[in-house]
């Protein structure tokens, strides 16, 4: 399979090349830490009245009073073996923690995504194929909407609904009421877990916490999706192939999905990159909202708290999902159009 | 009136604009008869091309059936062509193959789509029928490259495969829009020669829309000539020829490149004389990455005011050589001399630093889309006067600029409008005077015509002509049209697969060709015979390699 061959050299090259990249957001975000204002000793000191030595005592036993080169060579040397630190706030290290609400972060935005995708392509297809009708100026309307109110805003408004009015949803606290029981550990995903195990009213429950923040992040990146659904399909079908098709008698289904959707796709996929990357990280004000336990609250808490280790864990973590949602959204762009090159 | 297969009867049709309205067909009214082929003959937007949409249906949102009517057998087809019809009934063949294929499909199932719309048959006599199909139009190697994405294919053979496309339902009327535009002499007769076999074969009625009056005299039964939304004269091709009535008839007649031999232009007997020449290219080579050899050891002299025309089919080499001589490309191997002096050796990067550059200008294929689309006219002559010329003031460059437009018969008032402001023959002036504005004493000219239709082309070929006599310019002209050639060029060459196959003075050329290739290219033209029309149609070789 030279095809496969082809893949997998592009990977190893793509790798190499985002190496560069990765070392300047460990560095950056190195530096970044120790600048901002804030000193971890004098926060996570016994009190408030806590003297100058003991102060100075933490911050050597934290490694704080050596030079910033060697700290960060120490930090690095540490990423090569897996180790990003120890977490000032949880007693964990980093590394764990992340491992622990990765999965949390990522079920909600990929549930999230999917929700928004089912609902954008159907509403770019008619919004495009009736270009300025009343249903397109519906459908733009909508969009604006959705991209304006901010999401902390419609998860409150969802909450009030769905929740207190109507109860249609249980208690937006999290992942899962603290009263079920928690299915085998085996991806992280709760979703999947519960059907792995055969725990089908355990996964409805898990279903029915994530449904709201899901709805949430799904309204904020709706308007992206449609509009370049939209654009792209429009551009699409002033094309002269479409013409072709429609002279040819096709149905007006197979000349929507096959000739015009399948080559709107490209750009449409650029914009799904783009738009998983944002996800991860506006995710922090819909986790807080919702006390969901994603790694965003988790960075945005060590922040606060002057905790480097977990911010820069946080930061490194984001660069490697960016750099490898564009790798797939590459090969992905290869499947779907035969004439990007593979080179 | 003779009721045929399928009848136009006075049809209006109108765009509307934001506040202006546009009526593109006035009262059009035409009949094609059962197997017979009707050529509908105009220049750009003389409505040809929106009759034929009409037909099918498929009008823009903007343009609307305003009146008359039309009649398919006998069902009305004015405000809606039913989907059964198209394709099954009535097929399309469009201009620009490569544009006109879904690129992200491969073609056996782009066919497969087309008989699945209109037949419900299982897959293996889908495949049977598209195999069957493929052979039909010629298509080379079908079994193996059946699978292939239109990209991979050359234009000529998308064109075959848009063909068989629209003959996979047997339909009893094709409308072929500009099918050869944009293709070369070879491949142009090629997918005429198949058009009119298959319409004769399966007793199909072709409607023939081209600008070229002499493909459409020498492959129609009757033809209607269109100006302006209206049909002004139809008959017969030989009554329309020997006794042309409207005088747009004439004129289009006369502006036919190749309805009669060409006189051999006034300025071929002046270069005779041994000179130094201006431009000297031996033995070269250039190959590309992809290991493609696009120009392999060849070698030719243009003399100082001596027009010399490359000949060749697409992919012969012509464009990378006139890319090479205009030093937008290193050569791999061989020497470009100019005035003497060498310049093959100054890289392309380096070469708009070198003296020779204002002395060396070209004119682009695609007049419209090498102007920069946010630069006046005024701004695209100016720019190599700017970069290249001596520097003027304001005043003096306006002065010069409006010179240059005057030469090419630019009126003033064109220099501050944009590309899409000005019509295809616009831009080529717009081009042309850009390439002049800095006095070059060479002027390589790539196919600078192929995007105009016939009336705009004979004006820009007379303008050309003029400004050589008038600057004693050398021009290197690339063509595929070796009747261009013959009008504009005292000498040619021509080139297959990146080598020189024959040289020599265009009229010895045409009267004694010595290659068995130039013959071939010859015998390729399309020539309007009246008498023995139908004959040397029928009979005319198929070149299958395109």
Redesign the interface.
Known sequence: MSMMQTFRRRIGARALASLPALLGVIVFTFVLMRVLPGDPAVYFASGPNAGQAEIDGLRHKMGLDRPMPIQLAHYVAGIMTGDLGNSLTTGQPVMHDIQARLPASLELTLTALGLSLLLSLPLGIVSAWYANSRWDQCIRTLCTICFCIPPFVSAIFLIYVFYYIFGLVPDPTGRINIFTPLPHDITGFLLVDFLLTGDPAGWREAAGQLLLPAVTMALFVLSPLTRMTRASLLTVMN???I?????????TW?IVT??AL??ALSPILTTIGIVFSTMLGANVLVEKVFSWPGVASYALDALVASDYAPVQGFILLMAILFIMVNLLVDILQGL????VSME | MMRGILDIDALNVRFTGRNSHFDALRGVSLSLEQGRILGVVGESGSGKSVTGLSV?G?LPQQASITGGRIRFRDQDITARTP??????SI??V?Q?PH???????RICDQLS??IQ??ESLDRGAIRQRVIHLLESVNFPDVSRRMGV?P?ELSGGLCQRV?IA??I?CSPSVIIADEPTTGLDVLTQKAVMDLLFRLSRERAMSMMLITHDLGLAAQYCDSIAVMQKGTVVESGSPANIFSNPQHAYTQRLIEACTTMHPAQPHPAGKTTSRKRRPLLEVSNLRKRYANGHLAVDDVSFTIAPGESLGLIGESGSGKSTLSRLVGRLLDPDDGAISFEGRSIGTIGAHDFFRAEQRPHIQLVFQDAAGSLNPRFTAFDSIADPVRRLGPARDPGALRHHVEKCAADVGLAPALLDRYPHQLSGGQCARVGIARAISVDPKLLILDEPTAALDVLAQSEILALLERLRREKGMSYLFVSHDLHIVRMICDRMVILQNGKIVETGNCEEVFQNPRAPYTAQLLAAIPHFRPASQEAAAATGTEFAGS
């Open positions: 094309s002269d192939f013409r072709t098709a429609r002279a040819m008698g096709l149905p197979r096959v000739y399948r080559n779907v159009d035969p004439r | 099918m498929l989907r059964h019809l198209r394709g099954a097929a399309m469009f620009n544009a006109a294929l879904n690129p992200t499909r789509d087309v719309a209109h994405y990209h848009m496309m629209a996979a």
